[in-house]
């Protein structure tokens, strides 16, 4: 009887050891969402999935995801807790038979524009005797960004409708030197520089070229979120502008206007680079756009001037330009004056102050 109680005892602390190194072997965890560019308020999924490869049945798995913070669970049953990194942890347990797999589903929102991370989970199983647990973290970084609603102002409307009007009365009274249509008698009116040598010679008469006017509208969206010297920037204000900035970048995309879009918010996520898009049209064009949008924080990565500075150099004749800046500024539409030397472009400032009663 002895011998038996002591085989017994040593059978089980064998199986305690093993299950104590061997809690958690051939458990995988993955994670992904069912959209991960969502608007403010819309409903997307965190879809888990527990792998067991092994070929022992796992009784109990205590798992903790890590979730940011503004996350808005849609099943009541769901309790996310505080830790240390400010964020939020959901924590549920779980069994596994051998060789199973188990696909957990949560839905939930966001009420606020931005970039929210997900780190993924940290795994604990218990050991035979339910004395000790073994720990395996799964971190794995997903990114979900969140876009900023669009405005709803008439007046907003009104104002691009005007901008509008006056791209096209300049677009026919502006003549574009590269767009040679023919050429016509010389009224001694035209420069010298317009004179066409070589249908003078076979006319005997002096000819100049005719030029066609400018055939396509282009626009920039320059959106800007540097302060201004003496005042506070409110966060109504900042998020104004990305939300005029969304709104009038589909404005044009509507209109099939082609544009494109800059910006000397810190966009996070993004390789510096790439901060500022070509010139473009359609939806892939627009949410990119969107994505930077949500992604952008109320850092600046460069200065006012200095992104003037490069429009300018890069100003075409025919281009207009759109500036959505949070306040009223003087020195900043004096720096901006540039930008009408070299173009026929209209040149339209906004202003994120005159919509904080929007909702």
Not at 35 to 64: A, C, G, V, Y
Not at 129 to 147: A, C, M, N, P, S
Not at 297 to 324: D, F, H, M, P, W
Request: charged content about 25%; hydrophobic content about 40%.
């Amino acid at each position: 009887m002895l011998l038996f109680f002591i085989a017994f005892i040593i059978l089980i602390c064998l199986v305690q050891l093993n299950s104590q190194k061997h809690a958690l072997k051939g458990i995988k965890y993955e994670y992904e969402f069912s959209k991960k560019l969502i608007e403010i308020d819309e409903e997307t999924e965190l879809i888990s999935l527990i792998t067991n490869e092994s070929h022992r049945l796992i009784p109990f798995i205590r798992m903790i995801e890590a979730f940011p913070r503004g996350i808005k669970p849609l099943n009541q049953s769901v309790y996310l807790r505080e830790d240390a990194f400010n964020d939020f942890n959901y924590n549920s347990s779980i069994y596994l038979m051998a060789r199973s797999r188990l696909q957990r589903k949560l839905k939930f929102t966001f009420d606020k524009r931005g970039r929210y991370v997900f780190r993924g989970a940290t795994l604990y199983g218990g050991d035979f005797l339910g004395l000790k647990e073994t720990r395996e973290k799964f971190e794995q970084l997903r990114e979900l960004v969140v876009y900023p609603k669009p405005i709803a102002a008439s007046h907003l409307q009104d104002i691009l409708g005007g901008f509008l009007g006056d791209m096209s009365v300049r677009r026919f009274i502006m003549e574009d030197p590269i767009l040679t249509i023919g050429t016509r008698v010389y009224t001694g009116r035209e420069p010298l520089k317009q004179l066409s040598w070589k249908h003078t010679a076979r006319t005997n008469q002096m000819m100049v070229k005719q030029f066609d006017y400018t055939t396509e509208m282009v626009v920039t969206v320059f959106l800007d979120i540097s302060p201004v010297k003496g005042r506070t920037l409110r966060f109504e204000q900042l998020e104004n502008c990305f939300s005029l900035a969304r709104t009038v970048c589909q404005y044009f995309d509507q209109k099939r206007i082609p544009f494109a879009f800059v910006s000397n918010a810190l966009i996070e996520g993004i390789n510096e680079d790439n901060h500022r898009l070509v010139k473009g049209l359609g939806q892939a064009h627009l949410r990119a756009i969107l994505e930077r949008l949500g992604r952008a924080s109320y850092g600046t990565r460069e200065t006012y001037e200095a992104l003037i500075k490069k429009l300018a150099l890069n100003q075409e004749q025919n281009r207009s330009t759109v500036i959505i800046t949070p306040l009223r500024d003087a020195y900043k539409q004096s720096v901006s004056e540039q930008l009408k030397e070299k173009t026929t472009g209209v040149l339209l400032f906004i202003y994120g102050e005159d919509f904080d009663d929007v909702s």
